[in-house]
């Protein structure tokens, strides 16, 4: 084994001392184009989700009781596609024609919202949560794979690079909450009673246009592993397999919490804005700051990841805490409506630090999974979505039978846990990774 693996190297990189470098053929200038695909993917799904979550956005306060039903299905749908049909999917086409095909679902939804009508709203987050498993077991499938091509290329570990591709990805793909929400923002300032139809239309161009860029996305191959090899029934097999991975039991509740305070966000977090101020170009306004500091934060957090994983998580600890205390205490002791009024500012401040934490716990999870399951990297993306989309499920299925301050009681509980076991996960990876080192 050679000895040129340092005890900071073993604790950045579990399982360097397997790697032989020496076999690696290093080609510097091949680097560039895994960067570049990373960067259209990015920007394919920028597109593609400035429409969707614009849209996601203001759904809850146009039309409440269609809105939390759609987004139910739709992450009821998302579930079972996580568990039954998105790995298989992705072993027969492949990650890039697994993200097209998604992405027209999302391009789908956003026709449907023309109409707004549940017998059109509830078909389609069906078709879309399926569309959406496959999309993002994809995403995560196809950047874990450049980026092992991008450090291949460069002579360096596999998993060097898998933080700085998370958190490039993350950055320029939140910056469509920038986007999709100044849109509506403003739509619904200046275009009077014709705003929501208008605002749909702009959605569904910039949607189709996410589309097309995601058509000419190029393919980036796995060198570890054929997708095709395995049938699709052993690929929906290695999802419920990998739930006995000590480390995957260690990272559900952590994807399960970030789905839940995603899905508070998006549901409660903008219905609270609208109800409070009467007005819904509010809601674009301060979720379009939440999209800068998130795609700022990501960019920083997946650069970060590498070296300091534990303490970055504490960041996005702290700043959820925060957030969800100030609902708590507003909504259990106070009133935003007159709160608002007369200190607005709050809004963006608090909506700031929401983005710094969802940027923290969207990245961390997806830096880790595609570190440690470099080689099931379909199979571990594919639980991650599985158990998010639930935490989605669970906060939406509460709806406004449950009382804003007690489901905020239950996210800042999941929040709690989740921090438990990261700081487990890393004290036993670094314990494991020290043993590795001196017994070399």
Not at 342 to 349: A, E, Q
Request: glycine share 8%; aromatic share 14%; with cysteine.
């Amino acid at each position: 084994m050679s000895s040129e693996y340092s005890e900071d190297t073993l604790l950045r990189h579990p399982g360097a001392e397997n790697e032989d470098l020496n076999d690696v053929k290093v080609d510097p200038s091949s680097s560039r184009k895994h960067f570049v695909n990373l960067v259209w993917l990015s920007f394919g799904f920028f597109l593609l989700f400035s429409a969707f979550n614009g849209t996601s956005n203001i759904l809850t306060s146009l039309d409440p009781t269609v809105g939390f039903r759609t987004s139910a299905i739709l992450y009821g749908a998302f579930c079972v596609g996580s568990l039954l049909f998105s790995t298989s999917f992705i072993s027969l086409f492949g990650a890039k024609w697994s993200v097209l095909v998604g992405a027209v679902t999302y391009t789908t939804f956003q026709a449907a919202n023309l109409s707004g009508a549940a017998h059109f709203m509830y078909p389609a987050g069906a078709v879309l949560g399926i569309g959406a498993s496959i999309l993002w077991a994809a995403q995560g499938s196809y950047v874990t794979i450049a980026a092992a091509n991008f450090a291949t290329a460069k002579g360096q570990p596999a998993d060097t690079s898998q933080g700085i591709f998370q958190g490039t990805f993350f950055g320029i793909f939140q910056v469509n909450q920038v986007v999709g929400n100044l849109t509506s923002g403003f739509i619904f300032l200046y275009a009077g009673d014709k705003s929501s139809n208008i605002l749909f239309y702009v959605f569904l161009a910039i949607s189709g246009a996410g589309l097309i860029t995601l058509t000419l996305l190029r393919p980036e191959i796995d060198q570890k592993e054929d997708f095709r090899e395995e049938s699709p029934f052993s690929r929906i097999a290695s999802v419920f397999k990998i739930h006995a991975d000590w480390k995957m039991l260690m990272l559900i509740p952590v994807t399960y919490y970030n789905g839940l305070e995603q899905g508070f966000i998006m549901g409660d977090f903008t219905s609270l804005t609208k109800e409070s101020l009467g007005t819904r170009e509010w809601v674009g306004f301060s979720m379009a700051v939440f999209g800068v500091v998130n795609a700022l934060s990501s960019v920083l957090a997946g650069r970060a990841m590498r070296s300091f994983g534990s303490v970055v998580a504490f960041v996005g600890f702290a700043a959820h805490a925060s957030f969800l205390t100030f609902i708590i205490w507003g909504t259990r002791f106070g009133n935003f409506h007159e709160f608002y009024s007369k200190n607005l500012w709050t809004l963006f401040v608090f909506a700031a630090i929401a983005g710094i934490g969802d940027a923290i716990w969207t990245t961390y999870p997806n830096t880790i999974i595609g570190t440690l399951f470099g080689d099931r990297s379909m199979a571990a993306f594919s639980t991650m979505k599985l158990w998010n989309s639930l935490g989605n499920v669970t906060i939406l299925l509460m709806g406004k039978s449950v009382e804003l301050w007690l489901k905020a009681v239950i996210v800042v509980s999941a929040l709690v846990v989740s921090i438990i076991f990261v700081l487990i996960l890393d004290f036993v990876r670094k314990k494991k990774a020290a043993a590795a080192y001196r017994s070399l």
